[in-house]
């Protein structure tokens, strides 16, 4: 089998690839680089099933695959990183449009399977919790964040009509809040910024009360939900949420990364960002049903893991390693 990933040097993207080559697929990874790194596919590059191209999918591009993952897009709100959608509002709105229709059109003259990388945005502020499949969401279409959250609605639209009316073969996959290894730690995402935070000594940049709350999904299990909807039958033409269950507030994931990491880091309150979601924990039963799938990674080992590999990059004096992003 022939997969391409695009989005693959990114975070998610990086560890799928790694997925896929374990699978016995051949690779072909798409990436302009603009939030990911080429050291996240520095394991796979000398392999001769995998091919790196540095591309912008929303060019058009020919190869001939059996399935697409389209998972490339900015991923972090956070406005004060250089790598969120937020520094690249219009790139993030094109991604997710013109390139799902580039990827759509190859997948239709390939006759590929696409799956498609939502998101848990889609529910924007969700007045539902836990949030399933049927919820059409609370979104705000000109707020700070619809650059993302709309385009993703539009990029699932668009995969529909492109089912519907050519019948292409197409998964949408809703991913909520996921964490590991390999998560940028400049791109101010939750996770990465309290654990950089922590092991700098720095102050732990809670924003709002923290009384918020997200269900963080480790890696691993994430991947094999995207896996398993690329393989199975049942998944032709559905929308599954992927993510974990274990919902908690950002001060306590503040509190436990701070005591996983062995930390005196003090923990200050910096404001909200505007439209900042205020619960998020998915409803996983239609993917354990047809998928058989369901998390595995307890949320004290994903956290434990994690943190060794941003210390080994601190330890390196990685150039990705930053200490955190505030607001
Ligand atoms: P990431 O930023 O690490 O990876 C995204 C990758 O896409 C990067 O390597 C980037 O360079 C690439 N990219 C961006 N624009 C591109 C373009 N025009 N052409 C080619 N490549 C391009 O983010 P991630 O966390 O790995 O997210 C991957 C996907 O999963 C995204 O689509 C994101 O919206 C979705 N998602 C992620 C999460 C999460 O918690 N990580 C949650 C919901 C949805
Ligand atoms: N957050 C925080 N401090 C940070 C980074 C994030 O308090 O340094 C909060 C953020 O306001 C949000 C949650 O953590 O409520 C998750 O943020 P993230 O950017 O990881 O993802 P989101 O779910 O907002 O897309």
Not at 84 to 101: D, K
């Amino acid at each position: 089998m022939r997969v391409l990933v695009a989005g693959g040097a990114g975070f998610i993207g990086s560890h799928l690839c790694d997925r896929i080559y374990a699978e016995g697929a051949s690779i072909l990874c798409v990436d302009n680089l603009l939030t990911g790194l080429q050291a996240n596919i520095g394991q796979l590059l000398d392999r001769p099933e995998f091919t790196f191209r540095q591309h912008d999918v929303t060019q058009p591009l020919e190869a001939e695959v059996d399935a697409i993952f389209h998972l490339a897009s900015p991923a972090s709100p956070n406005p004060a990183s250089v790598k969120s959608y937020l520094a690249h509002p219009i790139e993030t709105a094109l991604v997710n449009s013109q390139g799902t229709y580039n990827l759509l059109e190859l997948a239709r003259r390939t006759g590929a399977r696409l799956v498609f990388a939502s998101t848990s945005e889609v529910y924007g502020d969700p007045l539902e919790h836990p949030q399933r499949e049927a919820y059409w969401g609370n979104v705000d279409p000109t707020g700070m964040r619809s650059c993302y959250d709309e385009s993703k609605r539009f990029g699932e639209a668009l995969s529909m009509a492109f089912a519907r009316r050519h019948g292409v073969d197409v998964r949408i996959a809703r991913i909520f809040n996921t964490y590991g290894p390999r998560c940028d730690s400049t791109d101010g995402r939750v996770v990465p910024n309290f654990v950089s935070q922590a092991l700098s000594g720095n102050p732990i940049t809670v924003f709002g009360d923290g009384s918020q709350t997200r269900s963080l999904c480790y890696v691993s299990d994430l991947v094999d939900g995207l896996w398993r909807m690329m393989m199975a039958e049942e998944a032709r033409g559905e929308v599954f949420n992927l993510g974990n269950l274990e919902e908690h507030s950002v001060i306590e994931y503040a509190l436990m990364i701070r005591d996983l990491c062995g930390s005196t880091s003090e923990i200050v309150h910096e404001p909200l960002p505007a439209g900042d979601p205020t619960r998020r924990r998915p409803d996983i039963s239609k993917a354990a049903r047809a998928l058989g799938w369901e998390p595995k990674v307890f949320l004290a080992d994903g956290l434990t893991r994690t943190i060794a590999w941003y210390r080994e990059q601190l330890g390196r004096g990685a150039a990705a390693f930053s200490a955190g992003v505030g607001r």
